[in-house]
């Protein structure tokens, strides 16, 4: 699994879902819980409850930690580097491998690559997040 995409892939997994566990907990709480259970009492279905109960209600805190996990395995340089063996290429490895290089060109371009989709997703996410107050 060592020098594949699969093992890189796999790898971020295994340190990523720790928080999304974390970061998720305090939303799955008691009370949706007796939220989904109305849905049911009213002869709702639980593709239903799913549907226009905890989707809804969820937006805001799936989107936070899928957006936590995002940046977590984004910026990861050491795990890629250890597990894909520099045969995996990713933005971060390639930042580095410029500054290494002393490239300073190839590396300000790839620092603005690297953190756009960041930015993006922060703008995303604050719009959504304002919008549904």
Request: net charge neutral; with cysteine; hydrophobic share 55%.
């Amino acid at each position: 699994m060592s020098g594949t995409f699969a093992g890189v892939a796999l790898a971020h997994f295994l340190i990523v879902f720790p928080f999304v566990v974390i970061l998720s907990t305090a939303h799955w709480s008691a009370q949706l819980e007796a939220m989904e259970d109305l849905v049911h009492t009213l002869g709702g279905s639980s593709w239903q409850a799913w549907r226009y109960v905890l989707l809804p209600l969820s937006a805001k805190a799936l989107l936070t930690v899928f957006f936590q996990a995002f940046l977590i395995s984004w910026f990861d340089y050491g795990l890629t580097s250890v597990i894909g063996l520099g045969q995996v290429s990713t933005m971060t490895l390639r930042v580095f491998q410029y500054i290494g290089e002393a490239n300073p060109v190839y590396a300000a371009m790839g620092s603005c690559l690297l953190v756009f989709p960041p930015l993006l997703l922060l703008w995303i996410n604050k719009n959504m997040v304002l919008r549904a107050k």
